[in-house]
């Protein structure tokens, strides 16, 4: 291993062994200095090359491992290229051949590694883009950002165009609601005022912003509030209910009208409509007292008519019983006028009138009358009709019918029966008597009022049976379409007054 080495370092450092290869050009100065004019420029050149990448690998940051990989190859084998040309230069007159062997060498081996090592970064070098290509990408890009700026500009005059809309709309807004009744508001779930227009009984916007009912209520106004809206919130549903609300210096009733929504914010709240309704309420309450009013003096002036046709009759030969019978048929007109009162002339519940003109008979005969039937109220005209048609039922029934003996009952039913032309009323009287039962031998102004009045008024027809154990007396009235009908809910009253 001495002797190699030996032998090697003689062979490297002892040129004496050897002659410069300028003897092999004869020496002749254009030779010599054609090659080393050319070795000399070909080196620098090589040398400046990898200084060039090495300037611009450091100022492109963003270049890929693999780039700066084959960037440092190339410079590695171009600079081992340039001390090539170096050591042909050196070799002219001094022959280190064997320097110049091992320059060569080292040069070999780095251009082999670039030459194994470039196909496998050839396909990562490929997906670069071209300037061509990058040409077209950032044109295509420029289009597109043209595009955006045409959108953008086309926003912005929608945008424009709604922020003018939703002016004119907020101005519209508040036109309709200025000096009018009308409150809206908003709410968070927390029922904190967000925003509010026209507040409630003189109160400011800023009286309520940021603060609860609580805050500027009366503890009863502030708790049924609190309970109505928070029932809203819970159950998702809009809602709609008349309060009286007090300030402590003021009150008044408001129908107030709730919705459920979500805020801007994405939280739960509300958006309500308070109308104030102070008045309309004072005008109801007036309007009961004036009907009330009313309701009486019309009692009064039948209580009047009774007593003139009294008065009057005592100046003729009249029969006593005819004076009877006016003044029961007035009072049958005015039990009918007593359950019409009673619903603020709406209408009269069926089963009112009806007990109203037997309430003698129902004392009187405790289980031995039924009534049975739906939930059914009756226009003005229809109650005051079948009220005089129970009363003279009732009445013949005492006199003459199945009330007369000790066993006989008397059942009133009716039901409503749906048609072609709509609802229809089927109310039927029967009597069962007790004993034989003659048909009367003439018929009176009680049979017209059963079989012609009151049918007639009533736009349907009424049929009067007398059969062996008692009449039975039916009536088909068409029902007028926005009568209260609530035929799953029968009102099932058998043998009334036990």
């Not at 320097?99 to 082999?112: C, D, N, P, Q």
């Not at 749906?418 to 609802?423: F, I, K, M, P, V």
């Not at 009323?425 to 029967?430: H, I, K, M, Q, S």
């Not at 102004?445 to 154990?469: H, M, R």
Request: with cysteine; hydrophobic share 45%.
């Amino acid at each position: 291993m001495g002797l190699m080495t030996v032998i090697l370092m003689s062979w490297l450092l002892h040129p004496e062994l050897y002659t410069p290869h300028g003897f092999c050009l004869a020496w002749r100065p254009e030779l010599i200095w054609l090659h080393v004019i050319s070795d000399g420029v070909i080196a620098l050149a090589y040398f400046a090359i990898p200084i060039s990448l090495a300037i611009f690998v450091r100022r492109r940051t963003d270049l890929e491992p693999q780039h700066k990989a084959l960037a440092i190859l190339f410079s590695l084998f171009i600079t081992a290229c340039g001390f090539t040309h170096l050591a042909s230069i050196v070799v002219l007159w001094l022959p280190l051949y064997g320097v110049e062997g091992l320059i060569k060498a080292v040069t070999a081996l780095v251009s082999v590694a670039t030459a194994v090592i470039l196909p496998f970064l050839i396909p990562q070098l490929l997906r670069i883009p071209s300037p061509w290509a990058l040409e077209r990408e950032v044109a295509s890009h420029e289009v597109t950002l043209r595009e955006l700026h045409a959108a953008q500009a086309k926003l912005s005059d929608q945008m424009a165009e709604t922020r003018e809309d939703l002016l004119q709309t907020t101005r519209r807004f508040e036109a309709a609601l200025r000096d009018s009744p009308i409150t809206v508001f908003e709410q968070d779930e927390a029922l904190i005022y967000t925003w509010a227009y026209n507040p409630l009984m003189g109160l400011r916007t800023e009286d309520v912003i940021g603060r609860t009912e609580a805050d500027f209520m009366d503890a009863d106004s502030a708790a049924r509030s609190i309970a109505v809206k928070h029932a809203a919130l819970d159950g998702r549903t809009p809602t709609r209910q008349e309060m009286l609300i007090s300030t402590g210096a003021r009150a008044g009733w408001f129908d107030i009208r709730i919705e459920p929504i979500a805020l801007r914010d994405g939280r739960r709240g509300l958006i309500a409509t308070a109308t104030d309704i102070t008045a309309l309420k004072a005008n109801e309450a007036h309007l009961k007292v004036v009907t009330r009013e009313l309701n009486h003096r019309s009692k009064n002036l039948l209580t009047i008519v009774v007593s003139i046709v009294r008065q009057t009759a005592k100046g003729f030969d009249v029969p006593p019983t005819f004076i009877t019978r006016v003044g029961e048929r007035l009072t049958a007109l005015a039990k009918a006028h007593d359950a019409l009162a009673r619903e603020n002339w709406k209408g009269a519940d069926i089963l009112a009138v009806i007990e109203g003109q037997l309430g003698p008979q129902l004392e009187t005969f405790p289980g031995r009358i039924s009534l049975e039937g739906p939930a059914l109220s009756l226009p003005s005209e229809a109650a005051h009709y079948i009220g005089l048609a129970m009363h003279e039922l009732g009445s013949n029934a005492v006199k003459h019918g199945a009330l007369c003996g000790n066993q006989g009952k008397v059942e009133v039913s009716w039901r409503v029966d749906d048609g072609a032309n709509g609802h229809t009323l089927v109310l039927v009287w029967r009597e069962i008597s007790d004993r034989p039962f003659d048909a009367p031998q003439r018929s009176g102004f009680g049979s017209t009022i059963l079989t012609t009045l009151t049918p007639a008024a009533l736009g349907g027809e009424a049929k009067l049976i007398f059969g062996a154990t008692g009449l039975v007396w039916t009536l088909n009235a068409l029902l007028r379409p926005d009568m209260d009908i609530f035929a799953d809910t029968p009102v099932a009253l058998s043998a009334l007054g036990g």
